[in-house]
């Protein structure tokens, strides 16, 4: 199913109460920063009220990072600050725990009836295939029908196990309620056996080198050569662009650990963007701001764009424009710009 074919009936469940909820469409506005905090971090949470507005997304982490002992102030402190706090433009979302742990039914249970009609999206993270967020999907029906809640809980799977990214394609269709998948390489390093100990980034091992100079066709291998260092999430990013495309929803990046290297982050979100995601995580509050300029479309892209958009007339056929051929297919690269930056501004 894709985002043009998604209908109200698509979120009708046949429960015995409850009138079958409207359907919410995807905030057009896209996330390009998910900025996380652990609600129940007194400091972290006593700063959430002052970044409405600042970021896109405000998640509340009850997952990975919270301590096992702090599942349960985690998700009442969740419950007390989406209580207290207007959240204006910005979305609230949460990440909850996986779906073999012994938390999540707590998770969703607690935050549904209680939160329910503040929360945008909840993040599953582990998800495996179809099933599990057919699982999520129905419980939330459920709950939310139990709630009386009008608007559906959209859902946001992490792909961090590689079961789960050789099922992409099905678990971007599996419910309506999908929002985006994000990337979660620290898990998914782990389950497939990688050599890395990063959370997102690099490796400067994984690298190809120049090939050596010859001499009357001789390869010189005394000689220095240049080395690159490639890229371990491409072939991910790339799987999880295409079946987000395909579906309708979007693609985001994820973490990057190490928050001292804005440098290298900014180059990993900038690939992701590049390659088509909408946005990223944010662990900390300097990696809004690069997430922000990042995943919008710059000034001078938008302003090419918009000459293609202008010189393409009625979209057909081709021009010249400064000595390039554009054409239908250059000018939808163009709308894709043009539609970002339209959506960034409104
Ligand atoms: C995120 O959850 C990750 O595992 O990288
Ligand atoms: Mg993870």
Same mark, same amino acid.
């Given at each position: ?15 015995? *109460? ?45 997952? +990975? ?13 969740? %419950?007390?600050?989406? $209580? ?8 609230? @979302?949460?990440?909850?725990? !996986? ?12 935050? %549904? ?7 945008? %999206? ?9 099933? +599990?967020?057919?699982?999520? =999907?129905?419980?939330?029906? $459920? ?67 120049? =090939?050596?100079?010859?001499? =009357? ?15 371990? @999430? ?26 001292? =290297? ?26 809004? !701001? ?14 090419? !764009? ?12 081709? *021009? ?6 554009? +054409? +239908? ?8 710009? *043009? ?8």
């Amino acid at each position: 199913m894709t985002a043009a074919s998604r209908s109200p009936k698509d979120f009708f469940r046949p429960l015995a *109460v409850g009138a079958p909820t409207p359907l919410r469409e995807i905030p057009a506005r896209p996330s390009r920063a998910i900025h996380f905090f652990d609600p129940s971090n007194p400091k972290m949470a006593a700063k959430v009220p002052d970044m409405v507005g600042k970021v896109d997304v405000l998640l509340g982490n009850l997952e +990975d990072a919270i301590k096992a002992d702090n599942k349960e102030a985690a998700r009442e402190g969740l %419950v007390r600050i989406a $209580q207290e706090t207007d959240f204006g433009p910005t979305q609230l @979302w949460t990440r909850i725990n !996986a779906l073999d742990s012994p938390w999540v039914l707590d998770d969703l249970t607690t935050l %549904v009836p209680a939160i329910g009609d503040k929360l945008d %999206v909840i993040m599953v993270p582990k998800v495996q295939g179809a099933e +599990d967020i057919h699982y999520v =999907d129905r419980l939330l029906a $459920q709950l939310e029908a139990k709630a009386g809640l009008e608007k559906p809980i959209l859902v946001h799977a992490i792909l961090e196990t590689a079961r789960g990214v050789a099922n992409v394609e099905e678990i971007c269709g599996a419910s309506p309620r999908m929002q985006g998948l994000s990337l979660g390489p620290a898990d998914l390093a782990a389950d497939r056996r990688m050599k890395t100990t990063r959370v997102g980034g690099g490796h400067p091992g994984y690298l190809v080198r120049e =090939d050596p100079p010859r001499i =009357d066709g001789v390869a010189n291998l005394e000689a220095s050569r240049a080395t690159y260092q490639q890229d371990l @999430w491409h072939y991910t990013i790339a799987r999880m662009v295409d079946a987000c495309a395909m579906h309708g929803i979007y693609p985001y990046y994820g973490p990057f650990g190490d928050i001292s =290297d804005t440098t290298a982050c900014e180059d990993q979100f900038r690939n992701a963007f590049l390659l088509g995601c909408v946005g990223t995580w944010s662990l900390h509050p300097k990696q809004i !701001a690069i997430a922000n300029r990042v995943f919008s479309p710059s000034v001078e892209d938008v302003a090419h !764009a918009r000459r293609v958009v202008a010189a393409m007339g009625d979209g057909t056929g081709a *021009v010249m424009l400064d000595g390039k051929m554009e +054409d +239908d297919a250059s000018l939808k690269q163009c709308l894709v710009m *043009v539609e970002l930056a339209e959506q960034l501004a409104a």
